[in-house]
């Protein structure tokens, strides 16, 4: 059963959770029946339809394995999803050539769909990233949100500039692309991100079987240390003093410290402590990588094609949910732009930044009856004061509720409440626009 993959990943999440859909169809109901208290314009991953065809192989799928990928996505389009996603930098969405891509991008396309991606690089290779998103949308005639915009690693600092500017030039051509962003200098991902695609193959499993082998575990440190072409080397660019460890279940007591700083503490050496982490844990670790700029976040935010997004999860100051060290972002992301960037640092103002936050993004998922305060539109209202409105959750205590916050009101039922959940559940899966 793929979902055993899947129900891995989730560690232990997995036990709050009855997992009793298989198509998105399924899941669509499933939500819907157990009540949630925010909206969800769902999205169908590249990586889930590519391991429930082919597993974690790093190869180009065959005719049948490419049409099977394209008969998922069509049905799960037809039963309203709003489009496609890709992580690039995640396997096994990095084994994917373009052309894989594009082929399915045109059937997300058909149904007047989205194509959002981790592009393939946020560093190195950046502007080929974006590059290759820009060619799918004109090639698919689909519209491209380019996920969480940034240039990483301190050899990349300024690409942002050529990044937005190939964007600008790609909207002139006619393509709908766009991308997202959030206010912080840190990124965040799994520690397995860390380690070259090739090792990945065939999953969690086999890539600690390699780990574990001496032979096997030196070849991924000297890629690592040589930077491999042809992947993303997040260790290279963040170094291990600036890779944080957010959250694991293990081993508790290396949240909220670095790799190097655990590794001098067993005293050894900071590759051995990632690979023996990650064996530990059979992969379930979270980081946080702190490898950008703030100058560079601010030429995002300024742009006129770009809107704000976390690039968080569901997280919650208590159990189940606030587990770890979690980057901050899930919790301060949109009051942090209102109140530090708009308000205090006024590089734009409070209402561009509310509309990146609102009517951008709805337009860009083609919803007709959202993103605004307008007669005969859905009630999803946050009402703040706009004098006190800060993030309050930092790198050090993430699990803290912004400021200036007094109510939340989706679909016209209040779920915040003085800054308190209500306990109403009145968010809904959206239904794509046809």
């Known amino acids: 059963d793929k979902r055993d993959i899947f129900k ?23 939500l819907n029946r157990s009540g949630i208290a925010l909206n969800v314009a769902p999205l169908i991953g590249h990586g889930t339809l590519r391991i429930n065809v082919m597993g974690y192989e790093n190869r180009k799928p065959t ?17 309203g999803a709003f489009g496609l996603s890709t992580g690039l930098i995640y396997t096994p969405g990095s084994y994917a050539e373009t052309e894989e891509i594009i082929e399915l991008a045109k059937v997300a396309a058909k149904y007047g769909g989205l194509y959002s991606s981790h592009i393939r690089s946020e560093a190195d290779h950046l502007i080929e990233a974006v590059k290759e998103a820009i060619r799918i949308g004109r090639e698919a005639g689909i519209r491209v949100e380019i996920s969480h915009l940034k240039s990483a690693g301190v050899r990349n600092w300024g690409k942002i500039n050529e990044a937005i500017k190939l964007i600008e ?14 206010p912080y200098t840190a990124g965040s991902t799994s520690l397995t991100a860390c380690i070259p695609p090739w090792a990945h193959v065939g999953g969690i499993e086999e890539m600690i079987k390699r780990l574990k082998d001496p032979e096997q575990r030196a070849k991924i440190k000297l890629d690592i240390e040589t930077k491999l072409e042809g992947w993303e080397n997040l260790a290279n660019l963040a170094g291990w003093d600036r890779i944080i460890v957010a959250s694991c279940e293990k081993n508790k007591q290396y949240e909220g410290l670095s790799i190097s700083e655990i590794a001098k503490m067993n005293n050894k050496d900071p590759y051995d402590q990632a690979f023996d982490l990650i064996i530990e844990e059979e992969g379930r670790v979270q980081i946080i990588l702190h490898m950008m700029r703030e100058e560079d976040m601010i030429q995002a935010l300024k742009s006129p094609y770009t809107m704000v997004g976390t690039d968080g999860s569901s997280i919650a100051p208590y159990e189940p949910l606030g587990r770890g060290k979690p980057h901050p972002r899930s919790y301060g992301t949109f009051p942090r732009i209102i109140g530090r960037y708009a308000r205090d640092m006024k590089l734009i103002s409070i209402e561009e930044a509310i509309k990146k936050m609102t009517s951008t993004p709805a337009n ?53 409440k003085d800054g308190e959940h209500t306990g109403k559940l009145s968010g809904k899966v959206l239904e794509r626009p046809k």
């Open 8 to 30: 891995k990943r989730l560690g232990e999440l997995a036990q709050y959770i009855t997992w009793d859909w298989s198509t998105f169809k399924e899941y669509k109901e499933k």
């Open 364 to 416: 860009k998922l083609g919803l007709k009856d959202r993103g605004l305060i307008r007669k005969g539109f859905y009630a999803d209202i946050v009402i703040f004061d706009k004098k006190t409105i800060i993030d309050t959750a930092t790198f050090e205590n993430p699990h803290q509720y912004p400021k200036g916050i007094k109510y939340v009101i989706v679909n016209g039922e209040i779920v915040i």
């Open 169 to 182: 030039e790609a909207r002139e051509e006619g393509i709908d692309v766009t991308a997202d962003f959030y």
């Open 63 to 79: 005719k049948e394995e490419l049409e099977e990928m394209k008969n998922l996505l069509d049905e799960s389009m037809r039963d």
